[in-house]
């Protein structure tokens, strides 16, 4: 080939050697003892559901900040990469493709059962650990998969208050409305506890739907809902439309026993429905109650960060936040967070025990409360 021929195959030498010679920089940088580990956060961050999304990032948020406090994990800090999926199922593939490309090692989201079914086929894909804080939907449970969760199934919930109402106050007949914007959630939700009323001698008198996305009539919903006289009007919602509907109901029947499912049990339920929401039921994932010490350290510590109480969602993520924290103490490689995470399998959460099953599923204590003078109240 000659001289010249020498000389070309020299240069593309040593331009394949530099490119190799900074490909290995570059990988021990990315994992040297002092670069922050990502991990990343997909919830709605904006739109009907914010608070939400907003609650269970504080909490996220939260745990992440006492780790690094604390020294991080094995001397290296975390750094929490947040994405909005803002309640879409588009937009949520779109933000955990934004998430491989900032390589976190684990996700702790998404806070919604629908967005949940969406993106777990995308974290299955590229092996990425996801572990929601809320994300309770039936349709998830016993999959070997990469999504994980903080708390239990949705039909867990919804068939436990049927048997709790149904007894403590003899109701007998009761209206559902479910608001198929997050179906995965509410269908699981809703579908048990109507099998379970009527299994303990109750009638579900109306089973309604709708989509809080699609501008709905309140006022209609209301009218439909309270056609059969039921006992109790049962919404599976969020807390928006859960307290438009109880002021709509409320003003057509001012005496019909509320209940809402989990979901709606935020502080905004309250601020938005006021007086019609007084005396509304819910059964609920944590106890907002409780007086032991790590709960209260808990409570404090969010109280002073974000200004605000601490609800359902930010106690379940700052528990998902701890449970990614204890899979980093054992590895940082994003192939081995699952395997890590099911080796841990009894996991001490701020308020209960969580224990890890093989499919990422756990099960928690159901607490029940109701809206007293304007505040949240513990239901004996």
């Known amino acids: 080939m000659g001289m010249a021929g020498s000389i070309q195959r020299r240069a593309v030498y040593v331009l394949v050697s530099g490119l190799m010679a900074w490909g290995v920089v570059w990988a021990l940088s990315a994992c040297s003892p002092g670069t922050p580990i990502a991990v990343g956060y997909i919830g709605g961050l904006s739109g009907k559901f914010a608070d939400l999304g907003t609650a269970s990032r504080n909490g996220a948020l939260l745990a992440i900040e006492q780790t690094n406090d604390a020294g991080g994990v094995r001397g290296r800090k975390l750094h929490l990469v947040e994405v909005d999926d803002r309640q879409n199922n588009e937009a949520a593939l779109q933000a955990m493709e934004e998430l491989v490309r900032q390589q976190v090692v684990a996700v702790i989201g998404p806070s919604t059962s629908s967005v949940a079914m969406a993106v777990t086929p995308y974290a299955n894909d590229h092996q990425l650990v996801l572990v929601s804080p809320t994300g309770t939907t039936s349709k998830l449970t016993g999959k070997d998969d990469y999504f994980f969760r903080a708390v239990g199934e949705a039909s867990f919930y919804g068939a436990h208050a049927a048997r709790f109402y149904a007894e403590k106050f003899k109701v007998r007949s009761a209206a559902l409305i479910l608001d198929m914007a997050n179906a995965d959630y509410t269908e699981s939700w809703g579908d048990a506890f109507a099998a379970e009323f009527q299994r303990v001698g109750g009638k579900v008198s109306v089973f309604e739907r709708f989509k809080s996305t699609e501008n709905p009539n309140h006022a209609d919903i209301a009218r439909k809902l309270l056609a059969s006289k039921p006992d109790m009007v049962v919404t599976v919602a969020s807390s928006v439309d859960a307290a438009l509907i109880a002021q709509r109901v409320r003003g057509l029947n001012p005496t019909v026993r509320l209940v809402g499912a989990s979901w709606a049990s935020t502080e905004r339920l309250i601020e938005l429905g006021?007086?019609?929401?007084?005396?509304?039921?819910?059964?609920?994932?944590?106890?907002?109650?409780?007086?032991?010490?790590?709960?209260?350290?808990?409570?404090?510590?969010?109280?002073?960060?974000?200004?605000?109480?601490?609800?359902?969602?930010?106690?379940?993520?700052?528990?998902?936040?701890?449970?990614?924290?204890?899979?980093?103490?054992?590895t940082d490689q994003r192939q081995e967070i699952k395997p890590a995470l099911l080796q841990i399998r009894n996991f001490d959460g701020v308020q209960d025990p969580v224990r890890i099953d093989d499919f990422g599923d756990v099960q928690r204590r159901v607490h029940y409360g109701e809206v007293r003078n304007g505040h949240f109240a513990p239901l004996h």
């Not at 109280?303 to 359902?312: I, M, N, Q, T, V």
């Open 274 to 330: 006021g007086s019609a929401v007084e005396g509304m039921l819910f059964e609920q994932y944590f106890d907002r109650f409780d007086t032991s010490p790590k709960y209260q350290a808990f409570a404090q510590a969010y109280r002073e960060r974000f200004k605000a109480e601490p609800g359902y969602a930010a106690l379940l993520a700052f528990d998902s936040a701890r449970m990614v924290v204890a899979a980093l103490q054992k």
